[in-house]
């Protein structure tokens, strides 16, 4: 009799360290992958990229300034459509080259959007994923989660406040497959030419942003369900001067 119950006892102790050891694996030790949700599919074309506009390229590098401030107006999907296009579009299409240099033409980057409520003329709040060669948006997670990457950002309340964030991502791996270590260095000036472009393009559309790195990298890859082998370098929120 004692003997049976010291064998139900070892085995409902197995079973207890089973489930813990499990519960601890998935919770803290599993590989991080993405769960797309089910709204992941919905696809929005953006609008043509203009060539021209009414500010010179001069006058866009003398007005840029880190803007930190921004009023309640929404971004038009005309806006972001030139901003996204500013940073990775596809400027030459039979070659597959886009508006920022990349070293060996490997391009690392991949650019979401965060989308408050109302923060873009009748997109739904929610995080985006931009595609260069389909110049389109796929919702890749729903709802307003402007809070959450605020809080990731060490609460720099512009984060917040503006009514869209580009996050710059970067697949390392492409390029240092590539150039081996040599090529941690590409991706990051690669990432900074692009940023660039953000800032002059918001400021010829009369915009304003600014390049925020001051953030911890595993929450807002965690915000923004990135995959694996995806890690955030910039944050720029973009909206209306204030």
Not at 16 to 43: D, E, G, H, I, K
Not at 75 to 97: K, N
């Amino acid at each position: 009799m004692v003997h049976s119950v010291k064998v139900k006892v070892l085995v409902a102790s197995l079973l207890v360290l089973s489930l813990a050891a499990t519960y601890v694996y998935f919770a803290y030790l599993a590989p991080r992958q993405l769960v797309l949700p089910p709204s992941s599919n919905q696809v929005v074309e953006l609008p043509p990229p203009r060539l021209d506009g009414p500010m010179s390229l001069e006058e866009a590098i003398a007005n840029r300034r880190s803007i930190r401030r921004y009023t309640d107006e929404p971004l038009t999907l005309q806006d972001l459509s030139q901003l996204l296009w500013a940073a990775q579009g596809i400027t030459d299409p039979e070659r597959g080259f886009r508006a920022a240099p990349s070293a060996g033409a490997t391009y690392p980057l991949e650019l979401y959007v965060v989308v408050g409520a109302g923060g873009v003329v009748g997109l739904p709040a929610g995080i985006y994923h931009y595609d260069p060669h389909e110049h389109a948006i796929s919702l890749w997670l729903e709802g307003d989660l402007r809070d959450q990457l605020c809080e990731a950002a060490l609460g720099q309340e512009w984060v917040r406040e503006a009514p869209i964030s580009i996050v710059i991502a970067a697949a390392f791996e492409r390029t240092t497959s590539r150039y081996g270590e040599r090529g941690i260095r590409y991706v990051y000036l690669e990432a900074g030419h692009a940023a660039e472009n953000v800032y002059l393009q918001a400021v010829a559309l009369g915009l304003g942003t600014v390049a925020v790195g001051a953030f911890y990298d595993s929450m807002v890859e965690e915000v923004l369900a990135l995959p694996e082998d995806q890690d955030p370098i910039y944050i720029m929120p973009v909206g209306h001067p204030a």
